[in-house]
């Protein structure tokens, strides 16, 4: 029998990775013999660079950059050939880093180094890993940090933050036309806000990085006139509203203004041809993630990994952390069966400390329940 795992993280206490090794012991432990593949999934947030680097190899290394906090900082990027590098913005203006209180003041500035310096070594493609940030900035450091200017109306250049957009009055496009006309720019994200309004970057995901309720507006505002600047350069005005364009806080935005493009992490992870074989040659899928509920069928990773199991005639099952009992009869109709780690009354201090090893019995009971049917 062949299994392939494909799961996400089990969010503050898993890695992917991690809960592919539960996964496989639980599953060996029932059955020697079996072939286990694993392919650990993100979706372009935190992580991504891991799973990326020990599903597909390539040469990992670290480069200098400052962080959201302009603090120097070592970054890890990921050369997956020559051409190609993969940035995670998570590492670099992770939220976990970010020092609580001073989102006007966080910079994506180091990303902008980043991309600048793997294009000076080579890379042509540069795809940026785009969830998990603790930045709102619009992308304003990271296009700064690539070259643009951006003044104010004494043509004095602004912070590279939320806070100098107040007194941003130019944009000049031109250090970065040429520079970066040969690079491909793409954006991995599962989010598809846009850049402002009721479901835009500030109002969705401001408060959970320290923007309060009465900023949000003004926050808002401040994108918006970003937005119509770099229109009145020339930019298309439907990028502004595009789909994932207020990702990381507006970072989508940045790479939609670069001439990139914005796709699914999770997407993106299931079309590499290695992957894809895998998927057809297995007999039975895995995927999973900390907590499957009603967000999960609106486009999660587990219901993107079961929609590509259909595809290639292959059975599903879904193993979390917890499962929504709410959500557990529209679950079960993407997958063949839907379990959980979460059993008895176990406090949740319990079940992260314990993970690895309740993980690895319901993989263990699960795999029996095969073999006897």
Known sequence: MHILLMPDSFKGSLAASEVCLAMEDG?????PT??????????????TIAVTHASFGGEMVELETINANSE????????????TV???????????????????????????????????????????GLGGSSTNDGGVGLLMGMGAILTDASNVSIPPTLTGLQSLSAIDWSPITQQYAHVRFVGLSDVENP??????????YGPQKGLAKDEIASADQLLGHFGQLMIANGLSPALIKMPGAG?????????????????????????????????????????????????????KLPLQVAKEARRVNKKVSLLSASIAEDALTALSQQFDGCFSIAHGCHELDYMIANA???????????????LSS
């Open 27 to 31: 599953i060996k432990r029932a059955l």
């Open 34 to 47: 079996a072939m286990v593949t694993a392919f650990p999934m993100a979706d372009g947030g935190e992580g």
């Open 72 to 83: 120097q900082t070592l970054a890890p990027v990921l050369w997956l050939d020559a051409e």
């Open 86 to 128: 993969l940035i995670e913005s998570a590492t670099v203006v992770g939220l976990p880093n970010a020092i609580p209180g001073t989102l006007w003041d966080r910079t994506t500035f180091g990303l902008g180094l980043l991309i600048k310096e793997v294009v000076s070594l080579g890379a042509k493609t540069v795809l940026l």
């Open 195 to 204: 850049l402002c309004g009721e479901m835009g970057a500030s109002a969705i």
């Open 247 to 299: 990702a990381a806080g507006g970072l989508g935005f940045a790479i939609a203004a670069l001439g990139g493009e914005l796709i699914g992490g999770a997407a993106w992870l299931l079309a590499q041809p290695i992957v894809k074989q895998a998927m057809k040659e297995a007999d039975w899928i895995w995927t999973g993630e900390g907590r499957s509920d009603l967000q999960t069928l609106s486009g």
């Open 356 to 370: 690895p090893q309740l993980l690895q019995n319901q993989a263990y009971q699960l795999m029996r329940v095969k």
